[in-house]
């Protein structure tokens, strides 16, 4: 008959070392696939609104995206993370994303910001919380989430000054392309 038997201290601390370290690199991988995203989404926008009057606001976020990103692909490569297969679809949907609700108009564009911050505010709070679990070992990537998420609600709070609830459609609008964040999130984590 099998018994149970404990684990060793040694095994102990390996398989906990080992789980973090595929927890890290979740981490980076859908941070990496996140910001991507974000910075093609602004692209979008940009070729959109680009030469209105919402193009300096769009370009100012733009630009933070483009940091992010940048961020991202620095910690992909140090910590040797395989982004996901999903990169290039990603990439395709966030800018149809971003020029097809400009298309619709500045306030469409601000409400998907709006949507999109949402989610991403919430996703770096969950990390955060799972972050400060051990914070020596996880200081740069608290840091550089931290960072982040306040500016990822800065963003937030600017759709909504530049007229977000006044889209058409705003409820639904945002309510769909918050599933699709999730989603994409779901999907950046496991493959
Ligand atoms: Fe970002
Ligand atoms: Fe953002």
């Given at each position: 008959m099998l018994a149970f038997r404990p684990q060793s201290a040694p095994l102990r601390l390996l398989t906990r070392s080992v789980s973090s370290k595929c927890k890290i690199e979740e981490i980076i991988r859908v941070d990496h696939a996140g910001e991507l995203g974000a910075d093609v989404i602004y692209a979008g926008q940009m070729a959109v609104l680009?030469?209105?009057?919402?193009g300096p606001i769009i370009k100012h976020m733009w630009d933070q995206e483009k940091g992010h990103r940048a961020k991202f692909e620095e910690l992909i490569r140090k910590h040797r993370v395989r982004p996901t297969v999903m990169t290039p679809i990603w990439k395709v949907a966030g800018f149809a994303l971003g020029a097809g609700t400009a298309l619709l108009g500045d306030k469409a564009a601000m409400a998907c910001t709006v949507a999109v911050e949402t989610v991403i505010v919430d996703h770096y709070n969950d990390q955060l919380r799972e972050l400060m679990e051990d914070p020596e070992a996880n200081k740069e990537l608290l840091e550089t989430i931290t960072r982040f998420r306040d500016e990822e609600q800065e963003h937030h709070d600017c759709g909504i000054d530049h007229?977000?609830?006044?889209?058409?459609?705003y409820k639904a609008l945002t309510e769909a392309i918050k599933l699709g964040c999730k989603g994409a999130i779901a999907i950046s984590k496991v493959i």
């Open positions: 680009g030469s209105t009057s919402k007229g977000a609830e006044q889209a058409p459609f």
